[in-house]
C-alpha cells in the first residue's frame, strides 16, 4: 500500500517538476550561466538516474535573510521596527526627550555614532521584558503596515522576486530552505513563514534568553535582555549544527557575515553549491559592496572568487529585483 | 495540478489511515482507557471534518527520550557511553589510575557520592575537544555495540516497542514528532534517526558549547568544553521555542524534568495532550519514581492527576515493554 502510494507521490512530482521546467520556474532570472548553474544542481542531485544525486533528507538549503531575501539598505529593517517600537514606547519614558541615543532616534535621526552598545542597548529595550507570544504579535502589527522609507513599499514586499522564485523552485525539488539569519529569529517568526513559505521550525537567527515562568497561573515563555546567541559570521555554522544538525548541500548569501555559512557548506564531501548575491544594481535597488557598513561584502567576495562559488549579479542576473514590482507588473497585464 | 494531486493525496492518505485502524496501529497497548484517549485525541485533530481538527503545520508532539522513549535504569545510557569512552581514553591518562572519580569509573564503579560537578567533568572530558563529526562517530561506533549491563541488549534496543508504535501512528496522521531531552543532543543525533524515525533537525537536547574554525584549510565545527544550554525543566520549553519557535500540541514525558514541557504544551488554547509514562512493572523493567533520582517523579504526578493528564501505567497499559521483546517474538512466530 505504502509503496504503491509512494510510487504514485513521485510520478506525480515527477510530472509536476517537468511541467515547471517547462513553464521556467525562475522567470525573474535573466539567462546566463547563474541561472544555468542553479538549475543544473538542482536537476542533478534530485535526480534519482544521477551520480550527484541526494536524498531528500540530506537536501539542506540555508539563506540568509538580510540583502539575500530581502533589502537590508539604507540599515537593517529590524531596526525600523526598534525605532517603530521605541515611538510607541515613549509616552511611557519623559526621560528618553534629553536622554541620548534616545532623543535623537525619536525625532528620526540615526547618529552616525551609533555604537554598537547603543545598537545593543536599543534592540534589548524594544525586544525584551514581555512573553514571546506578546513580541510576535508587536511584530505582526508593525509588519502588516510598516513601511521603508525610500520605496514607500510595506517592508516586507521590499523581498526579491527572484529568490521568492528560487525557495519554491528548491522546494518543488525536496529541498528543505532554511533561514539562517543574523536578524532576531522571533522577529523573522513573526512574518517570514507568510513571505517566504518557510515555517518556523525551519527559521534560524541569533537569539536573546528566554525564560519559562508560571505568572498568576498562566505558564509564559518571556524574553529576558540578554543576547543568548549572536548567529552571525562563525556563529552561522554553529546555528546550523545546533538546529539541523547536518552540512547543508547549498549555502546563499550576500556578506562577510555569510562567508563561514557558504564555505561550510562547500566544504562538505560531494555536490554543493554557495551563491553570493552582489548588490550591483544602483538604479533598481542599491550598489554595495567593501565600503559599506550594512551587508559589507570583502573577503567573502574574494572567497567566492578562489573557491568558484557561484555570483548573483543582482543588475545583470535578476529581471525583477522585488516583489511589489513583480505584483504591479501582474496587477497592469 | 496541485489542488488534484492535493486532493488525491487526501483521499490515499484517508484510506492508509482507515487501513491503519481496522489492523490496530497500537498493537502493544493495551485495550483501555490510556490507549482509547491517545486515539480519540489524534483522531479528531487530523480529521479536517472534525471541530477539533489541527492544521498538519501545526501538529507537532513533543516526546521526552531517557524513561520515555527508551529505558533510563540503573543510570541514564548517556553515562555509559562517558564511561565507555573513558575506558578507551584510559592508556593515554596513566594518572587516571590514582584520581577519582576516574579510578573508581574505570575500575567499573560508579562511586555513590558522584557529584553533579564529577559528573559534568566526565561528560566534557568524553564528549568534547574534538570535532561534531569525529563525536558522531564515536557515538555510532557504540551504539552499535554497547549493552545494558542487566538485558545484555544493545541500548538502541532498549526502546519501547508502544512508543515506536506510537511515533508512527502520530506521523501517519501529520504530527512532526520530536525529541526533547536533557541528555545531549548530538549524541542522540548519532542514533536516533535509524532507531525512532526522527531526523536530526527534529531532536532537541541539552548542548555544550560550539566553535566553527579552519584548521589546516578544513573547517570543523569544535566541541568545547563548557555547557551551553541544559535543555531540562523549564529549559524544555525554551528549547522548543528555540527550535520549533511553535507551542506543541502533545507532550510525553515521564519525570519532574517533564513537567514544564507538558504544561507549556497544555496550556495551549484549543485541543491539548499531555501523558505521563510511570515505571510500574518491577518485573518488566522497573518500578519507580519519587524515590528515585534517575526519571524522579514526584511533583510532576500530582500535576497531572489535577490538570487531567492520561497517565500510561506500563505494567497495565504495555502488553510489550522494549523493542528487542517485540522482535524476539516476531522472530519466534
Given at each position: 500500500m505504502y509503496s504503491k502510494l509512494k510510487a504514485g507521490l513521485l510520478v506525480a512530482g515527477l510530472v509536476v517538476a517537468?511541467?515547471?521546467?517547462?513553464?521556467?520556474?525562475l522567470p525573474s532570472w535573466n539567462e546566463g550561466d547563474t541561472k544555468k548553474s542553479i538549475i543544473e544542481f538542482v536537476t542533478k542531485t534530485?535526480?534519482?538516474a544521477s551520480s550527484s544525486y541526494i536524498p531528500e533528507s540530506e537536501r539542506i538549503a540555508v539563506?540568509?535573510?538580510?540583502?539575500?531575501?530581502?533589502?537590508?539598505?539604507?540599515?537593517?529593517?529590524?531596526?525600523?521596527?526598534?525605532?517603530d517600537q521605541l515611538k510607541l514606547m515613549a509616552p511611557e519614558h519623559p526621560e528618553w526627550k534629553t536622554k541620548q541615543p534616545y532623543a535623537d532616534l525619536l525625532a528620526g535621526k540615526i547618529p552616525k555614532d551609533l555604537t554598537e552598545k547603543d545598537l545593543v542597548e536599543l534592540v534589548m529595550t524594544t525586544h525584551a521584558n514581555m512573553s514571546s507570544a506578546e513580541f510576535r504579535n508587536k511584530v505582526q502589527d508593525w509588519a502588516a503596515t510598516a513601511k521603508h522609507p525610500k520605496t514607500n513599499q510595506l517592508f516586507t514586499d521590499m523581498v526579491y522576486q527572484p529568490m521568492l522564485e528560487l525557495l519554491t523552485y528548491l522546494r518543488e525539488h525536496g529541498y528543505s530552505t532554511y533561514i539562517v539569519s543574523g536578524g532576531g529569529v522571533d522577529f523573522m517568526r513573526a512574518w517570514a513563514p507568510s513571505v517566504y513559505g518557510i515555517p518556523d521550525e525551519q527559521i534560524i537567527g541569533s537569539r536573546i534568553e528566554l525564560e519559562y515562568k508560571v505568572i498568576d497561573g498562566k505558564p509564559q515563555i518571556l524574553r529576558a535582555p540578554k543576547l543568548f546567541f549572536n548567529n552571525d559570521k562563525g556563529g552561522k555554522p554553529v546555528g546550523i549544527q545546533q538546529v539541523i544538525g547536518k552540512q547543508p548541500i547549498m549555502a546563499f548569501g550576500n556578506s562577510d557575515g555569510d562567508q563561514a555559512m557558504i564555505q561550510w557548506t562547500t566544504s562538505g564531501t560531494g555536490p554543493r553549491f554557495g551563491l553570493l548575491v552582489h548588490h550591483t544594481d544602483a538604479k533598481r535597488e542599491w550598489a554595495y559592496d567593501k565600503d559599506s557598513k550594512v551587508g559589507h561584502l570583502d573577503s567573502a567576495l574574494t572567497m567566492a572568487h578562489e573557491q568558484g562559488w557561484t555570483i548573483a549579479d543582482m543588475k545583470n542576473d535578476w529581471l525583477t529585483i522585488f516583489k511589489w514590482e513583480a505584483t504591479g507588473q501582474a496587477a497592469k497585464e
Open positions: 517537468g511541467l515547471a521546467q517547462a513553464t521556467d520556474a534530485s535526480d534519482a539563506f540568509d535573510n538580510d540583502g539575500t531575501l530581502w533589502a537590508e539598505k539604507p540599515v537593517y529593517f529590524q531596526l525600523y521596527f526598534a525605532l
